[in-house]
């Protein structure tokens, strides 16, 4: 069974905090994802990696940086926490062959005050 | 850019009738489709994909249709039951890439 975790399901940061996001998956996938949910707005993508140190921007990567050191981990950073990044996050992974399905943690719903 | 419309936003039945929820993709090239199912508090899960090559696939009372030359996916849920009650997402993708675009979501009640 996969399992994908991530290190906070709440977390509250100042604005202009530096804010790190983990998430570790347990099967050796080659691909995460990192997505912001919004009501009304759906899942969208804000970096994803394809291998260890390879990432690429998804469509909303402003004020957001990752980190992929180890295969199982993959961080999302946001520089200078700010109110407009209060959302839920939600890490997925996926493997590069067979089944295109994504496994998705249990999210991190962060506030920014 | 690429784009995903999901109808309705929001959608109650009552218990034992069937609901349909339904997206629409731009990118003509998209030929994967999946639906997540994410209920209250919990991660989204995958209850069904559909490639392009095939124009129906079901699974006990879940069935998702697909209308390449329209570009229209359809979720059908039948006799619907109070553990259906989820947000429901849609989304289109390339094989052989990596991303996803997810539809807004359908937030579907159930009511007993």
Redo the contacts between chains.
Sequence with gaps: DVK?TQSSRYLVKRTGEKVFLECVQDMDHE?M?W?RQDP??????IY?S?DVKMK?K??IPEGYSVSREKKERFSLILESASTNQTSMY?CAS?PPWGT???Y????TRLTVT | ?ENVE?HP?TLSVQEGDSAVIKCTYSDSASN?F?W?KQELG?????II?IRSNVGEKKDQRIAVTLNKTAKHFSLHITETQPEDSAVY?CAA?I?GT???I????TRLKVLA
């Design positions: 994908v691909n994802f997505y009304g707005l759906g899942l969208r993508l994803f394809y690429e998804g469509d939600l996926r295109y399905e994504q998705f943690g249990p999210g | 850019g999901q936003s994967y999946p997540y919990k991660r989204p899960q995958l994909d997402f993708s094989i990596y991303k996803y997810f539809g807004t979501g």
